[in-house]
């Protein structure tokens, strides 16, 4: 049986809850990524930042703040102030479809994989594209 173990991205960016608002968007824009699981000082996970938590706290464009005082107010903001702490996560031995179907219909953008209180992953619907294209190829005759 195909388990969340298979497939979840092991190596994971992460920020402490003290680190700021700003660092979030730096490591979103610099990684290419929507999902920062958020860890505390022992490295246990405490809560998760998504590109629309960002969003969401980020001065609106439309506010005609000056640039150096935008970011100056956002690497003042804590990310343990912003961050969703009521988070659903998974454990690595979960079966894969019992994953994509939290994914699928409560709209979970990722799944935090947790073991006795550490991130040891995250699964995305990302990992899911990867497998499905891995199975195609599987399955699809070699064009020559």
């Known amino acids: 049986m195909f388990q ?5 991205t092991k190596d994971v960016f992460t920020l402490n809850q ?4 700003s ?7 610099l990684a290419r990524i929507r999902h920062i699981p958020i ?15 960002i969003l969401a706290a980020t001065v609106s464009k439309l506010a005609e703040i000056d640039r150096e005082v935008q970011d100056e107010i956002e690497a003042g903001i804590p990310i ?11 454990t690595a031995d979960l079966p894969l479809k019992e ?6 219909e409560e709209k979970y953008g990722c799944l935090p994989v947790v ?8 699964i995305t619907e990302a990992d899911f594209l990867r497998l499905t294209i891995d199975l195609i190829n599987a399955v699809e005759p070699e064009e020559e």
């Open 115 to 122: 073991s006795a209180g550490k991130l040891s992953g995250i």
């Open 18 to 21: 003290h680190e700021s608002l």
């Open 4 to 8: 969340v173990k298979n497939i979840m």
């Open 39 to 53: 860890v505390d000082n022992l490295g246990n996970f405490v809560g998760l930042v998504t590109h629309r938590d």
């Open 80 to 90: 343990h102030e912003i961050m969703q702490t009521d988070v659903v996560t998974v």
């Open 99 to 104: 994953a994509a179907r939290l994914l699928l």
């Open 23 to 29: 660092a979030a968007k730096d490591l979103m824009d």
